[in-house]
């Protein structure tokens, strides 16, 4: 776990100001296919470029046509920060397929290896759509009707005619989701020109309970499970189409029927929780556990330390400067009080360890080199982590906690 982070040749001042780079970009080709799935009308090709900190820095859509089984894509001025392309295929109010991450070199042209998208499903257990007018979440419901979530309301609709599936309609709410884009009419604002969000992937998924003894894991083609005492002798049957309910997902098979629950779920034999809770109905018995990375509890937006070591950072740094986190999959990145750092992450079930952090060389006052050097040591320890709320984290020694911090909005 090492990483080199190379000096500034420029000092900086006390309130920790950076000297940026100049911005530049590159171009960047990549070739799409998506083996055994057909091309409906008004499908698109969705692009999007994220930055080492899992951000949005670029998105590019592509129209295809009907029948087509590759593209061979080529964007200008791709942002220098992008270090990692992921495409899917879009189409109407869903992405039906996705690929895996594929990281983009760190300098000039880029051609990319040849991605294939795979059927895919979202991680919030809705489709979000980005629209004219703000960002809804819809998923198909149990019985044929269709559920959205905006504006922290979730909408509940039936179809306007039973059997259909493109409008659906609950008093002054409606929603058409005829393709190319659909449409939508929620608590009187017009949405428009709404697009699928290629957003992080649920699949595959891993599960398990130790105390229970059994494991279970869902990929794009299947569901595969065991159970003490036939561990050696898994289950696997067809990954069924899911039906949805609000934070609910439902694959139900004869043999065996999974649910997944989109809350915090903690197992008392694990130092890390999970973003997803697990039921598993086998031959009349019904199992629970926890599932999904934990890392992407952490992952997304800016976290500010509020304390360490029950100290207030707030009071102690008096807004001369700041502690910061960020997380992507494997990797800590922030400012130190004084420096900026960046260092290595491992996790799983068994805990949260952090790499030795590189940091730059500015030279600050006493009390901020002290308090940056006490932050540094606390990461060094932290063994593990839980959640105070959707924004709120507590890092663990062992079962002391030593450092709390919340997550910008």
């Known amino acids: 776990m090492r990483h080199l982070l190379a000096s ?54 592509v129209l295809l046509e009907v029948g087509q089984t590759r593209l061979d894509a080529s964007f200008e001025d791709v942002p220098s920060a ?37 059927p895919a499903y979202g991680l919030k257990f809705a489709q979000p759509l980005r629209c004219d007018g703000g960002t809804v979440e819809v998923a198909r ?22 059997g259909r599936t493109d409008w659906f309609i609950d008093g002054d709410n409606d929603a058409w989701m005829h393709p190319p884009r659909p449409q939508f009419r929620l608590n009187g604002q017009d949405l428009q020109d709404c697009a ?16 229970a003894g059994w494991w279970l894991e869902l990929r794009a083609d299947a569901v595969r499970f065991a159970h003490a005492p036939d561990a050696d002798a898994p289950l696997e049957v067809p990954l069924p189409e899911p039906a949805q309910s609000p934070g609910r997902m439902v694959f139900a098979d004869p043999a065996i029927t999974v ?34 990375r934990p890392e992407r509890l952490l992952q997304g937006g800016t976290w500010q330390v509020t304390s360490l070591h029950g100290i207030d950072i707030a009071a102690a740094l008096n807004g001369a400067a700041e502690l910061t986190m960020s997380f992507s999959p494997a990797q ?4 130190a009080a004084c420096n900026l750092y960046v260092g290595d992450m491992a996790i799983d079930r068994d805990g949260l360890g952090f790499g030795e952090m590189a940091t730059t060389r500015v030279a600050c006052p006493t009390a901020l080199m002290s308090l940056e050097r006490r932050f540094l040591d606390a990461l060094d ?3 593990g982590f839980d959640m105070a709320g959707p924004d709120a984290v507590v890092f663990l020694a062992g079962q002391t906690p030593i450092l709390t911090a919340r997550r910008d909005p």
Not at 31 to 59: C, H, N, Q, Y
Not at 99 to 118: M, S, V, W
Not at 271 to 289: F, K, Y
């Open 141 to 162: 419901g149990l019985e044929g009707g269709l559920w959205l979530r905006w504006m922290g309301e979730v909408i509940e609709m039936d179809p306007l005619i039973a």
């Open 196 to 211: 699928p969000v290629l957003g992080q992937p649920l699949l595959p998924l891993t599960a398990r309970s130790r105390d």
């Open 381 to 383: 320890s932290v063994t």
């Open 259 to 292: 649910v997944l629950h989109e809350t915090l779920c903690r197992d008392p034999a694990d130092r890390v929780p999970h973003p997803i809770a697990v039921d598993i109905v086998r031959e009349g018995e019904i199992l629970t556990g926890c599932g999904g």
């Open 332 to 335: 800590i990145s922030g400012r």
């Open 82 to 118: 992008a270090t990692a392309l992921r495409a899917g295929l879009s189409v109407g109010a869903g992405i039906v397929a996705a690929t895996a991450p594929q990281p983009i070199p760190e300098a000039g042209p880029a051609a990319l290896d040849a991605l294939a998208a795979q």
């Open 8 to 61: 500034f040749a420029v000092a900086l001042g006390l309130s920790g100001a950076l000297v940026s780079a100049p911005a530049w970009a590159r171009d960047v080709s990549v070739s799409l296919t998506w083996p055994g799935i057909s091309i409906a009308p008004g499908a698109e090709a969705v692009f999007v470029f994220r930055d080492d900190k899992g951000a949005r820095v670029a998105e590019r859509r």
